[in-house]
């Protein structure tokens, strides 16, 4: 699988992984439920899933959440790395429709971009989360379900502003299709 990819995406991997880790380890916002955070990092993930793709998302994901968690808590909690593998393979894959190299993030983007990862989150974190937290550690249910909850709803307003606006900043940097123009 990694043989078939870019170097450009594997650098963005590795760039993206480690990004995720500081921004896992120092830009969060505790939000009062044990072990639930408003996190930035998810973000800059949905940012480089659309950038680079499904696999990238899912890697960036996978290696920067296990990261995370062993530099914060001594151990990998891998119900919720899965779901962060989750949420950047699915946001890659069903927003390749938005070509960022073009130049275009208007509003039919940022509306797309945003339908797609709401209801990404709201599979992931409110659904196989907790599910996976239960299967995976026996945890008790009320506990996992509100854990979820938390971190759906803090990831969803977490990726629709700070992920929309890295998207719009992005978009300004690349030329718009169509628009070198030939002199007469």
Not at 43 to 71: E, Q, R, T, Y
Not at 136 to 160: D, H, L, M, R
């Amino acid at each position: 699988m990694l043989g078939k990819l870019s170097i450009k995406t594997i650098v963005a991997i590795g760039i993206g992984a480690a990004v995720y880790v500081i921004l896992g380890r120092f830009v969060t916002i505790p939000t009062g439920i044990p072990n639930t955070n408003i996190e930035t990092a998810i973000a800059f993930l949905a940012f480089m899933s659309v950038l680079f793709g499904p696999i990238a998302g899912g890697l960036i994901g996978l290696i920067g959440h296990a990261l995370k968690d062993v530099l914060m808590w001594g151990s990998i909690w891998w119900s919720w790395v899965l779901v962060s593998l989750f949420v950047g393979f699915f946001i890659g894959l069903l927003v390749k429709r938005i070509r960022m190299e073009d130049g275009e993030f208007g509003v039919k983007q940022i509306v797309t971009f945003n339908v797609v990862q709401v209801c990404v989150q709201i599979v992931g974190w409110f659904i196989l989360a907790p599910l996976l937290d239960i299967i995976i550690y026996a945890e008790p249910a009320n506990k996992v379900f509100t854990q979820g909850a938390v971190a759906g709803i803090s990831n969803i307003i977490s990726v629709g502003v700070i992920g929309t606006l890295l998207l719009i900043a992005y978009a300004k940097t690349r030329s718009k299709g169509n628009s070198l123009s030939k002199e007469v």
